[in-house]
């Protein structure tokens, strides 16, 4: 059993930056693929951001690349998200999601799911 716990949204004026972070428990964080995904009112959870187990790769959805920047220190149990260059269409509310099985794409696949953080762009 992994429990999932991000925080680090907010409100943030558009142009500004937040870093998300998500704790994961117990002693076995490092098996999995986490995965950073979002949901804006009315709209279907995506995909954003999502690292290997070993954090030597990295994935990222066109909407966020090259403003967005996933790490994980798998020492600490901990998956971030550094999100720069911030727009309104970035608010939302951002999920982390551990994958036993590799990282994915398909929000359907993963195998635990934090509550959720929101961020707030404004412009």
């Known amino acids: 059993q992994v429990q999932l716990v991000e925080s680090g949204g907010g409100l943030v004026q558009a142009g500004g930056s937040l870093r998300l972070s998500c704790a994961a428990s117990?002693?076995?964080?490092?098996?999995?693929?986490m995965g950073w995904f979002r949901q804006a009112p009315g709209k279907e959870r995506d995909f954003e951001s999502g690292?290997?187990?070993?954090?030597?790769?990295?994935f990222y959805a066109d909407s966020v690349k090259g403003r967005f920047t996933i790490s994980r220190d798998n020492a600490k149990n901990t998956v971030y998200l550094q999100m720069n260059s911030l727009k309104p269409e970035d608010t939302a509310v951002y999920y982390c999601?551990?994958?036993?099985?590799?990282?994915?794409?398909?929000?359907?696949?993963?195998?635990?799911w934090g509550q959720g953080t929101q961020v707030t762009v404004s412009s």
């Open positions: 117990g002693r076995t964080f490092g098996n999995y693929a």
């Open positions: 999601a551990a994958r036993r099985s590799g990282m994915n794409w398909y929000s359907g696949v993963y195998d635990y």
């Open positions: 690292i290997t187990w070993s954090g030597a790769n990295t």
